[in-house]
Structure formats: structure tokens, C-alpha cells
């Protein structure tokens, strides 16, 4: 039929993608640039706290915990014990902290030893325990 209407935004000489696909891609583009974001960290080749200061578009919506973990050597307890005198919750997203409470994450994390059992006794005396039981 020549008098055929269609949707209203939609032209009918090229067929536009439905808004579940592109929101489907588009979660799909952040989970892949996230995993990425959390191995270079895990290798080393980022710091925890450059994500937090600078905070990429893809990781607004990730929790503050979420990105610790992708640490090596840092777990759920870890995480949580050293945002505890921050406070800061472990799922506050990074989009929602303010920039106050991103430097101090930041500057809080760069106090810290990296890798290695010192790192871990270091951790753990900040929390009144000792390495050697």
C-alpha cells in the first residue's frame, strides 16, 4: 500500500534498530570496557585510584567495592574494612561519589604497599591484627 503509515520517528526507507538491541549493545559495550578496566588492574597496568579519580563513563554505575576487588589480593572483607573508616559504603556507585570522597579513596590507596606479603601485613596492622599468629 502506497498510503501505509509507520511508527511515528521511524522512516520506512531505512529500518532503524529496536531500543531494546541497542540497550542490549550498549550494556554489552560497558561489561566488555569493565572486564578490561578490572584486568589491567589486576596485572598492574592501572591503579585503582586513577579509575577513581578520573571515573570513565563505563564505570559510573559500578560499586566502590566492585573495583577494589578487581585488586589483587583484595576480597569482599578487604574492601569493606577499608572503606569502614572512610565512611563509605562498599556499593555506593563510583558515578555517586563526590570528589571529596574520591580523593580521599584515592589518597587513602595510595598510602598502601603494593603487592606482595607486605602489602597484606600492612592491611592487616592497620586493622590491629598481626601477620604472624
Known amino acids: 500500500m502506497e498510503g501505509a503509515t509507520t511508527a511515528p520517528g521511524r522512516s520506512s526507507a531505512s529500518p532503524e534498530v529496536p531500543q531494546h538491541l541497542r540497550a542490549l549493545e550498549k550494556a554489552n559495550e560497558v561489561r566488555l570496557a569493565r572486564a578490561e578496566l578490572k584486568r589491567a ?28 576487588m578487581s585488586q589483587r589480593r583484595w576480597g ?19 558515578g555517586a561519589l563526590t570528589e571529596r570522597q574520591r580523593r580521599l579513596i584515592a589518597f587513602e590507596l595510595a ?3 603494593r603487592g606482595g606479603r607486605r602489602a597484606v601485613d600492612a592491611v592487616e596492622q592497620d586493622h590491629g591484627r598481626s601477620g604472624d599468629a
Open 41 to 68: 588492574i589486576t596485572r598492574g597496568e592501572m591503579e585503582a585510584s586513577e579509575v577513581i579519580r578520573g571515573c570513565p563513563r563505563e564505570v559510573t554505575s559500578m560499586s566502590v567495592a566492585e573495583l577494589l
Open 76 to 94: 569482599r572483607t578487604r574492601a569493606r574494612k577499608f572503606l569502614m573508616p572512610l565512611r563509605i559504603g562498599e556499593n555506593k556507585e563510583l
Open 111 to 113: 598510602k598502601r604497599p
